[in-house]
């Protein structure tokens, strides 16, 4: 629970409009529309954004890679930062998350961070878990 409307009603309001939102998604893959990964991770949301990736892949009927792969390039690109984010290459800011297990074969591996690399500093996760869903 947080502020606003993430309360009880508001997540209760929220979840009716799931079945309509995996509707649009199935539909949207089946169009091949370029699909972006974004976020509101906010008000009580923050640090719930790998469920997007398992719901996406579960729910939606996306591919593992192509759920993750919608967080990087077509994203940055998106926000117009594709020459310096969303690709890991020479040049481009290295933040990276690394996951104990292939989340391209197994999705809920993204649940499963080792480390995280921001601006090309290793942070470790030293409490791994496996994180539930809500």
Do not use: C, W
């Not at 892949?57 to 593992?64: A, I, T």
């Amino acid at each position: 629970m947080g502020i606003g409307n993430y309360n009880e009603q508001g997540f209760a309001e929220m979840a009716k409009a799931l079945p309509i939102r995996i509707d649009t998604l199935k539909r949207a893959i089946a169009k091949k529309v370029k699909i972006i990964f974004g976020t509101d991770a906010v008000a009580g949301a923050h640090g719930t954004n790998a469920d997007e990736f398992l719901h996406r892949v579960e729910k939606g009927g996306m591919s593992p890679a192509a759920a993750i792969l919608s967080a990087m390039s077509p994203s940055a690109e998106s926000l117009g930062l594709g020459n310096q984010i969303g690709t890991v290459g020479v040049g481009f800011a290295a933040d990276l998350v690394a996951t104990s297990g292939d989340p391209a074969i197994d999705i809920r591996s993204v649940k499963k961070v080792a480390f995280v690399m921001k601006g090309g500093v290793i942070y470790v996760n030293t409490t791994p878990r496996l994180l539930s869903l809500r």
